[in-house]
Structures are given as structure tokens and as C-alpha cells.
């Protein structure tokens, strides 16, 4: 690969990643937004669903530092 080309690759892969990044925050943001919604007008079944999702969410986020450490 030419120099310019690893630049461009570099680029994209760091826009993406704080796309990804502005992505989550605005989801954690709205976490408790959305968990005092379901608790109102959901079931205890969608609550314990979306507290699910929160932890694969997590558990992944969690994969990827690790990830990140080991690769370094």
C-alpha cells in the first residue's frame, strides 16, 4: 500500500470510530429515559429485555478493551 493509502485508511478507521463512539454515548445517555418509559407503559417482561440488552452491550464493550490491550 502506498503511504497515502494507509493515511486514508487510518482516517476512516478513526472517523468510525468515533462515530461508534458518539453512537454509544448517545445511547447510555438515554438509558434512563428509556428505562422510566417502559417502566410506565411496558411490561416486566420488556424491562427485564432491555436490562439484557444493556448487559450484552456492556459485556461487548468490554470484550473490545480487551481486545485493544492484548493488541498493543
Do not use: C, F
Not at 7 to 35: C, F, H, M, R, V
Not at 37 to 50: M, P, Q, S, V
Request: net charge positive; aromatic share 4%; hydrophobic share 30%.
Amino acid at each position: 500500500m502506498r503511504n497515502k493509502e494507509k493515511e486514508s485508511t487510518k482516517d476512516k478507521l478513526e472517523e468510525n470510530g468515533q462515530t461508534a463512539y458518539n453512537t454509544i454515548k448517545a445511547w447510555i445517555k438515554n438509558i434512563p429515559i428509556t428505562i422510566a418509559d417502559i417502566k410506565a407503559n411496558g411490561t416486566k417482561e420488556d424491562l427485564h429485555n432491555y436490562q439484557i440488552q444493556i448487559k450484552m452491550v456492556l459485556d461487548k464493550l468490554e470484550d473490545i478493551v480487551r481486545d485493544m490491550k492484548t493488541s498493543n
